[in-house]
């Protein structure tokens, strides 16, 4: 099973309002990361939140970490038509091999405007 | 501009038949991965490499293999023995260690019949 599970699947929004959707994770992890897939292309890293931090920001973006709950949260705040993508959060676990990351089923985000 | 490029965009094959993807970076990165992703699933990793002359499995390896003789190539094949290769497939690079971001290139999409 994915270590990562992003909630909700699908989100649809108008121009201007916040997107939140949450990850949740299994075992302990180093990091968390983000990322976003625009349709038919590769990922895009977004923002890495490592396991000793709570709260990210970058531009319109807001991250947050809880780590007692494994879980962790990506906001989008006045969303835009170009935010409309899916967006995977991906673990790297407490293991000896780095690089491996766990990727989520994703959340796919709609914004019209 | 740096980044990574992944060849040909779409391919197909009949059934039975092995099929290489190329994958080049220019961004100098120590590490290569290629991720499978099949709809409403998440990535799912196939081999990665941490330096030249040396890769590892990841998840799900059967019926796939890969080479990296050079920094900045690492080829997968596709082989008869995977049973459902049909797929859209990702190649990615990081920088060594922790917290490195992944920079993905834009896939390949892969359909066999």
């Known amino acids: 099973s994915q270590q990562g599970e992003e909630d909700p699947q699908a989100l649809s929004i108008q121009e201007g309002e916040n997107a939140t959707m949450n990850c949740s994770y299994k075992t302990s992890i180093n990091n968390l990361q983000w990322y976003r897939q625009n349709s038919g292309r590769g990922l895009v890293h977004l923002i890495l939140i490592r396991s000793n931090e709570r709260e990210k920001h970058s531009g319109r973006l807001r991250v947050t970490l809880d780590t007692s709950k494994k879980s962790s949260s990506l906001l989008i705040t006045a969303s835009r038509a170009a935010d409309t993508a899916s967006y995977f959060c991906?673990?790297?676990?407490?293991?000896?091999?780095?690089?491996?990351?766990?990727f989520g089923a994703g959340t796919q985000v709609v914004v019209t405007p | 501009d740096g980044g990574i490029t992944q060849s040909p965009k779409y391919l197909f094959r009949k059934e039975g038949q092995n099929v290489t993807l190329s994958c080049e970076q220019n961004l100098n990165h120590d590490a290569m991965y290629w991720y499978r992703q099949d709809p409403g699933q998440g990535l799912r990793l196939i081999y990665y490499?941490?330096?030249?002359?040396?890769?590892q499995k990841g998840d799900i390896a059967e019926g796939y293999s890969v080479s990296r003789e050079k920094k900045e190539s690492f080829p997968l094949t596709v082989t008869s023995a995977q049973k459902n290769p049909t797929a859209f497939y990702l190649c990615?690079?990081?920088?060594?260690?922790?917290?490195?971001?992944?920079?993905f290139g834009n896939g390949t999409r892969l359909t066999v019949t």
């Open positions: 490499s941490q330096i030249v002359n040396d890769f």
């Open positions: 991906a673990t790297d676990m407490t293991t000896d091999s780095w690089g491996k990351l766990q």
């Open positions: 990615a690079s990081s920088i060594k260690g922790r917290s490195s971001p992944l920079h």
